[in-house]
Every structure is written in structure tokens, then in C-alpha cells.
């Protein structure tokens, strides 16, 4: 599906973004603040500890009311093993946040992107249940009083693509998950029967402590992969199963990584904008936010299409959010600000809203007028 667009988005395509280089006269969160006042719409970016400083924090900054720091609240910097603590980089980041008066979605959580030392095979059951207890406490003691950290993601990427819980592997084999190997316990298969009549013990720790500990939080779980059913079914009876238990779930976060030619294709039967909208309104009806939580376009090198695809993509994500504000709060946070190369494939590029100079491109100035057109 091709995304209707502004004569300024044409303009932008054929002149390869160069005539937006000079400063944005508004920028998106002034038309936030301008056009948006009932707080149920945020819009937010990503960035890292060593962008501070840089002409990226400064557009991070000057576009965004909200930031979702990439790695530096995760167990893998901030308590890496049964000994270690850095808090500097996150310190940094509630420093820099309220500087520029925005707010923060701490992305800490019990997930497979921990450290080596979680997942290696000679560390035990009870050690790795020991770091995630005292990873989490401290987490969410240390900034539950600050005002500015609105959201704290509390599980992340539970599931598998097929619908199955993800599965602790052998040994440090990238993204698995060795949290899980700590254990389950039985569900009831009648009351929930998409959780496969068991959860793993690590989700019910985690948002044990946090219910207990961040009780000024909105607590998340996000979750990445297509809008299958399998997946979502899954993510629902978890909501159900971890409230029915005395513990709060306040938000759900859909990754959005967008990666063409992959599994699926977009606007396929499995990944659509009326799979998306549905989502969002059992969320609002559950009493659930709901966030995208990391959007990019993962293309080819060699295949990327064309920025006619890459704004389409981008803005039938968009718009759904900035439409769906009416029964609920939702949010839209980038996970890249430019262009850059995969982290881990280097047969693919990240698709982003500047390019790898910073340059304004026709994603960013569609979104703007989306935003613009949407209280007319």
C-alpha cells in the first residue's frame, strides 16, 4: 500500500532531501505542545550515552518530548555479573532528560540482551536468579522517585515468531534467552490456553519486584515480530495471567522493526495496519497504553527500495498511532534518528527520518504533517 503524499514529500524525494538541511522552522515537539493538550500521543527517538553531546543529542532533544536511552539501563552494562555496578551512563541520561524537559521510558529489561556472563553455561540457576533480582530492585528503587522516568519496560522479546515462549540455548549464541532457564510454572490451560499451561518464572520475578518497587512507574512489556496471532494471543493471556496474580501490567510495546524481505512483507495478511489497530483497541479496552516502541526499516544494501516505499512504511505506522490517540494513550518512539548500517548484518542498511549526515529527509517532513493535519 502506497501512502498518499505531500507535494513538500515529492519535492523532498527528487531533491534528495538537500533542501531541508538548514533547521526546521517547527519542530515535532512544538507541534506536540501546540496541537496536542489532552497528553495521550507522545512521540519519541532513541539514542546512546555517546551521542551526548553530539549534533544527534541535539536533535533528540529539539524534536522529541521523550527519549528511550538504546542500552544503558540494561543488565548488561548497568550489573553485568554478581559483582559489578555502573550507573553512569543512566545517571547521564536522567541528567540529560532533565535538562531538556522531557521524559524517559527506562528500556531495562529481563531480556536476551543481557550480558556474557548471563549467558554462560557454568553461571547456575540460582545465580542468574540472584542477578535479576538484585538488577531489578536496584533499578527500580534508584529512579522510582524521579518524575522524569514515566515508563520502564520490565520483560522484553518473551516470545518467539511462532508463538512459543523463547528458549534459553548453549553457551553465548547471540540473542538467546537464559533467563528462562530458571524455570516455570503451571497455568491453567482453560483459563489461559495460548501460555501453553506454563510462565516462566523470570517474567513473574521481574514484574513481582517491579509492581512492588516502581510503584510511581507505568510498567511495559514489549515485544517484538509480526502482528501474528500466535505472538499476540500469547501477550494477552500473559497480561490476563500476571494481573489475575496481583501484579500490574500497564502498557504493551510492539518493536516495529520493519524489515523488508524478510519472514513477511509489510501490509501482508500477517503484518498489518488493521492487525496493528485491532491490537491497540484491545489494548485501550484492557486499560493498557500502547507503544511502538523501536521503528526502523531494515533494507538490503543491495535492494533497499525506493524513499517512496521507505515513507510509506514509515507513515502507515504513524498514522495508525496518531489515530488510534482517541480511545487510549499511545506513543511512536524511533529506535534510529539516521541512516547507519545494521549492527550485525552488514548486507543491510537502517532506514531513518535523517540521513547518515542528519539531514532532514521526506520521512521526517511527512511525519510533521501528519501531525499538523490531524486536529484540522
Keep these: 500500500m502506497i501512502q498518499k503524499l505531500s507535494l513538500i514529500t515529492l519535492l523532498t524525494i527528487v531533491f534528495s532531501g538537500n533542501i531541508y538541511s538548514k533547521e526546521p522552522e517547527k519542530s515535532i515537539r512544538e507541534i506536540i505542545g501546540l496541537s496536542f493538550s489532552d497528553n495521550n500521543l507522545y512521540i519519541g527517538a532513541t539514542s546512546m550515552y555517546d551521542k551526548i553531546g553530539t549534533q544527534e ?6 524534536e522529541f518530548s521523550y527519549t528511550t536511552p538504546a542500552n544503558d539501563f540494561k543488565q ?3 550489573h553485568p555479573d554478581l559483582k559489578t555496578w555502573r550507573w553512569d551512563r543512566a545517571d547521564a541520561w536522567i541528567k540529560f532528560v532533565k535538562k531538556h524537559q522531557q521524559v524517559i521510558r527506562i528500556h531495562g ?52 515468531r511462532d508463538g512459543t515462549w523463547k528458549t534459553a540455548r548453549p553457551g553465548d549464541n547471540g540473542w538467546e534467552l537464559p533467563w528462562e532457564s530458571i524455570g516455570y510454572v503451571k497455568a491453567d490451560k482453560n483459563k489461559y490456553p495460548h501460555l501453553d499451561g506454563k510462565v ?30 500466535l505472538i499476540w494471543n500469547k501477550i494477552k493471556d500473559l497480561v490476563s495471567y500476571l494481573r489475575d496474580n496481583g501484579y500490574r501490567v500497564d502498557g504493551i510495546g510492539w518493536q516495529a522493526h520493519i524489515s523488508y524481505g524478510r519472514d ?17 483497541a484491545w489494548s485501550h479496552q484492557h486499560e493498557l497504553e500502547f507503544y511502538v516502541t523501536e521503528c526502523n526499516i531494515h533494507v538490503p544494501v543491495k535492494d533497499p527500495g525506493t524513499e517512496l516505499q521507505h515513507v ?9 498511532v496518531i489515530e488510534m490517540r482517541h ?25 531513518a527520518p535523517w540521513d547518515a549526515n542528519l539531514r532532514p529527509k521526506a520521512i521526517y517532513e511527512e511525519m510533521k504533517k501528519a501531525l499538523l493535519d490531524a486536529n484540522k
Excluded at 312 to 320: K, R, V
Excluded at 327 to 351: E, P, Q, T
Design 57 to 62: 543529542a541535539r536533535i533528540l532533544a529539539r
Design 76 to 78: 548488561s552494562y548497568i
Design 109 to 160: 529489561p529481563i531480556s536476551p540482551q543481557c550480558s556474557r556472563w548471563a549467558k554462560n553455561d557454568e553461571r547456575t540457576h540460582v545465580e542468574l536468579l540472584t542477578n535479576l533480582n538484585e538488577y531489578m530492585t536496584a533499578l527500580c528503587r534508584r529512579y522510582n522517585n524521579e518524575e522524569v522516568v514515566v515508563w520502564m519496560d520490565v520483560v522484553n522479546e518473551t516470545v518467539s
Design 200 to 229: 516462566p518464572i523470570y517474567i513473574i520475578r521481574a514484574f513481582e519486584i517491579a509492581t512492588k518497587e516502581a510503584s510511581n512507574k507505568k510498567l511495559v512489556i514489549n515485544q517484538h515480530g509480526s502482528m501474528s496471532p
Design 264 to 280: 513477511v512483507e509489510w501490509e501482508s495478511p500477517e503484518v498489518s495496519i488493521q492487525a496493528l489497530k485491532d491490537l491497540i
Design 312 to 320: 510509506a512504511t514509515y507513515m502507515n505506522i504513524f498514522n495508525a
Design 327 to 351: 480511545s487510549g494513550v499511545v506513543s511512536f518512539n524511533l529506535w534510529n534518528i539516521k541512516d547507519v548500517s545494521h549492527f550485525s548484518n552488514k548486507n543491510k542498511l537502517v532506514i
